[in-house]
C-alpha cells in the first residue's frame, strides 16, 4: 500500500479513534456509535477518485557472489552454496483509489458519538454513571 499524507491522517484518525473504543464499551455507545456512522456515511458518502501515485519496494537481487558452508559428516564432505544478494530499490507508478472525504465522515461521526453520548449520558463513553452511584 502506498502512503500518501492523506492516507497517514486517515490512519491517525482512525487509530485514535480505534483506541477511543478500545476500552470497555458499553452496548449504548455501540449503539450510538452505529447510528452517527451511518449518519456520516449519508453526510458525506464516499467520493472515490482514482489517482496515479509514485512507489517503491526492495528487491533482491544476485551480486554474483556466493557463500559456501561445508560439512562433514562421517566421511562424507558436502558443501552448500547460495548466491548472495542485495536489496535494490525499485521506482514504479501505481494506480490507487482515495476516498476524498472519508477525514470529513470520521470526523463528523466521531463528532456525534460524543455529542450524543453527552446528551444522554453526561459523558462521551454512554457509560450510565448512575448505575454505578457515581454522582
Known amino acids: 500500500m ?11 484518525l482512525l487509530a485514535c479513534w480505534a483506541a477511543l473504543l478500545s476500552g470497555c464499551q ?10 452517527c456512522s451511518e449518519a456520516g456515511y449519508r453526510a458525506y458518502p464516499p467520493e472515490l477518485q ?4 509514485d512507489a517503491y519496494r526492495y528487491d533482491q537481487v544476485p551480486t ?3 557463500t559456501c558452508v561445508t560439512t562433514e559428516e562421517g566421511n562424507t564432505r558436502t558443501e552448500t552454496c547460495t548466491p548472495d544478494t542485495r536489496s535494490v530499490r525499485v ?11 472519508e477525514d470529513e465522515r470520521l470526523q463528523y461521526a466521531h463528532a456525534c458519538t460524543h455529542s450524543r ?8 463513553q454512554c457509560r450510565d ?3 454505578r452511584g457515581a454522582p
Open 91 to 101: 521506482d514504479y507508478t501505481e494506480v490507487i483509489t482515495v476516498d476524498l472525504v
Open 129 to 131: 454513571n448512575t448505575a
Open 64 to 66: 554474483g557472489g556466493h
Open 117 to 124: 453520548c453527552m446528551q444522554e449520558f453526561g459523558n462521551g
Open 50 to 53: 482514482q489517482r496515479v501515485v
Open 26 to 35: 458499553t452496548q449504548a455507545f455501540l449503539a450510538v456509535r452505529a447510528t
Open 2 to 12: 502506498v502512503m500518501t499524507s492523506r492516507t497517514h491522517r486517515s490512519m491517525f
